[in-house]
C-alpha cells in the first residue's frame, strides 16, 4: 500500500500531519489540523469523518482485520499521498469574497475508513464510487497552515483522479 | 494506553453524543453542513454556495452544504431582519438566498445545466425543509 516515500505521520502527535507544500512538491511541511473542526465532528459522533481523518489524513491506524477481527497495524501515507494540489476555491470563505488561502490536496484511495468506537482502532472500507478524497487546508499569508476540512468528492468524468469540475472549482493548479 | 482521541485531545474529550442527523456549522470553512446519515458521502458542488452530498454508493441524497454561510446570512439578514432575532433558523431560507446568489455562474450555461441545477436545488430544499438551526450555531455568534 505504501508508495516510495515510506513517511509515516507520528501516532503520538495525532493533530500534526505532514504534506507537500503547494508551491514546492519537494517540500514537506508541518500542518496542524483544526482542533475546532475535529471537535465539532467528535462531539457529533460522526464516525465516518474521524475515520476518513485518521485513515486518510493522518494515515498511522490500526484496523480490525477483515479476516481475523483483530486488530492489525494498516499505515497509509496520510496527506502525503496527494498526488495533485490546487490553490484556492472559487466561493466566498467568511469575510473574504474567496477563498484564495486554501489549498486542496488531492488523493486516490481504495478505501475509506470508519471509527465505530473509542478504542483507537479503524474499520476499513471501500472507498465510495467514482470519487476522490480530497483535503483543505489554510495557507494563510502571515500564520501557520491548518488543515480545516476533508471529505470525497464526485470524480471528474474525463479524468478520475481529479475531482468533478476542477476548473470551475478551484483557481489553480499548483502540481499533478 | 492512551486513545487516538485521547491524543486528539490532550485537554479533555469533548461531550460525546450518539449520531443524529444535525446541521453544524463549521467555522473555518465557513460552511453550514447538514449530514442525514453517518457515511462517507460524495461531495457534488452545484454553484459556489451549495454542494450536495450522495451515499456512497447509493443515488440518494444523505446531506447538504452551504457555503459562504456568512454571506449568505447576511445577505438573508438584511431582507429578513427576523432571522437574527429568532431562536431557530429554517435551513431552507439560506438556501433561497443561495440559489439568487449562485445564479452567476450559470448564466452563460446551457439549458441541461441549469436544469440540473435546478433538480438538485429541488432536492436539496425536499431534504432540508424541516431542518433548523439553533441561532446560538450561526456564524454572527461564532
Given at each position: 500500500?505504501?508508495?516510495?516515500?515510506?513517511?509515516?505521520?507520528?501516532?503520538?502527535?495525532?493533530?500534526?500531519?505532514?504534506?507537500?507544500?503547494?508551491?514546492?512538491?519537494?517540500?514537506?511541511?508541518?500542518?496542524?489540523?483544526?482542533?475546532?473542526?475535529?471537535r465539532s465532528m467528535v462531539s457529533d459522533r460522526w464516525n465516518s469523518k474521524i475515520g476518513?481523518?485518521?485513515?486518510?489524513?493522518?494515515?498511522?491506524?490500526?484496523?480490525t482485520s477483515e479476516t481475523t477481527l483483530e486488530p492489525?497495524?494498516?499505515?497509509?501515507?496520510?496527506?502525503?499521498?496527494?498526488?495533485?494540489?490546487?490553490?484556492?476555491?472559487?466561493?466566498?470563505?467568511?469575510?473574504?469574497?474567496?477563498?484564495?488561502?486554501?489549498?486542496?490536496?488531492v488523493i486516490q484511495a481504495p478505501y475509506t475508513y470508519q471509527f465505530p468506537d473509542r478504542s483507537g482502532v479503524a474499520v476499513r472500507t471501500a472507498a465510495p464510487a467514482r470519487s476522490v478524497f480530497t483535503v483543505e487546508a489554510d495557507f494563510p499569508e502571515d500564520g501557520e497552515a491548518e488543515i480545516v476540512f476533508w471529505e470525497w468528492v464526485l470524480a471528474a468524468s474525463d479524468d478520475a483522479t481529479l475531482p468533478e469540475n476542477h476548473d470551475a472549482r478551484y483557481v489553480r493548479r499548483c502540481w499533478l | 494506553m492512551k486513545t487516538l482521541v485521547d491524543r486528539l485531545?490532550?485537554?479533555?474529550?469533548?461531550?460525546?453524543?450518539?449520531?443524529?442527523p444535525m446541521a453544524r456549522y463549521f467555522g473555518p470553512i465557513d460552511a453550514m453542513i447538514y449530514v442525514r446519515d453517518d457515511v462517507s458521502y460524495r461531495a457534488d458542488r452545484v454553484d459556489p454556495f451549495l454542494t450536495v452530498l450522495w451515499h456512497?454508493?447509493?443515488?440518494?441524497?444523505?446531506?447538504?452544504?452551504?457555503?459562504?454561510?456568512?454571506?449568505?446570512?447576511?445577505?438573508?439578514?438584511?431582507v429578513a431582519p427576523e432571522?437574527?432575532?429568532?431562536?431557530?433558523?429554517?435551513?431552507?431560507?439560506?438556501?433561497?438566498?443561495?440559489?439568487?446568489?449562485?445564479?452567476?455562474?450559470?448564466?452563460?450555461?446551457?439549458?441541461?445545466?441549469?436544469?440540473q441545477r435546478d433538480r438538485k436545488y429541488e432536492q436539496a430544499r425536499q431534504l432540508i425543509r424541516d431542518v433548523s438551526v439553533p441561532n446560538r450555531d450561526l456564524p454572527q455568534a461564532a
Open positions: 500500500m505504501l508508495g516510495p516515500i515510506h513517511r509515516l505521520n507520528d501516532r503520538g502527535t495525532a493533530l500534526v500531519i505532514q504534506a507537500a507544500h503547494p508551491d514546492d512538491r519537494a517540500r514537506i511541511v508541518s500542518i496542524r489540523a483544526s482542533s475546532e473542526t475535529l476518513e481523518y485518521v485513515g486518510l489524513v493522518h494515515g498511522n491506524l490500526r484496523i492489525i497495524d494498516a499505515p497509509t501515507q496520510g496527506l502525503l499521498a496527494a498526488h495533485a494540489c490546487f490553490m484556492g476555491v472559487r466561493r466566498p470563505v467568511g469575510k473574504s469574497p474567496s477563498g484564495d488561502r486554501i489549498a486542496v490536496y | 485531545f490532550p485537554d479533555g474529550r469533548p461531550e460525546v453524543a450518539e449520531f443524529r456512497p454508493t447509493e443515488d440518494r441524497l444523505v446531506g447538504v452544504k452551504l457555503k459562504g454561510f456568512r454571506f449568505l446570512f447576511e445577505r438573508l439578514s438584511a432571522v437574527s432575532t429568532n431562536d431557530f433558523l429554517p435551513l431552507v431560507k439560506a438556501l433561497e438566498i443561495a440559489l439568487a446568489a449562485g445564479v452567476g455562474e450559470v448564466l452563460t450555461d446551457g439549458l441541461e445545466k441549469k436544469l
